[in-house]
């Protein structure tokens, strides 16, 4: 009986080993994993950027507030930059 008890505990290391040596090759036939390829896209064109000038700030004429004055347009960065600098033409000018 002992040795069969015996016996079957070999047969279950071989089989362990068996199984680990397996692992172990298959982890170093790994490949490194590579990083998906991306599509190449053109770039995004560029963006014509106006000079707010009231605080400085450059804004794309697409989201800017804008003010036609004597038939020159001002591209400002908010309503509240676009309402100062009219207040201020106004002070100006009355003064």
């Known amino acids: 009986m002992d040795f069969l008890a015996e016996l079957f505990e070999v047969f279950l290391w071989v089989v362990f080993a068996l199984w680990l040596v397996r692992r172990i090759a298959a982890w170093l ?4 994993a590579r990083p ?17 000038p009231w605080c400085g700030t450059y804004v794309a004429e697409d989201i800017s507030h804008r003010l ?12 509240e930059c ?10 100006s000018a009355g003064a």
């Open 68 to 79: 036609d004055e004597e038939g020159k347009t001002l591209h400002f960065c908010s309503e």
């Open 36 to 52: 998906p390829q991306m599509q190449q896209q053109p770039p995004a064109p560029m963006k014509t950027l106006h000079r707010d």
């Open 29 to 32: 036939s790994r490949r490194p």
């Open 82 to 91: 676009r309402m100062r600098y009219i207040a201020r033409q106004r002070h």
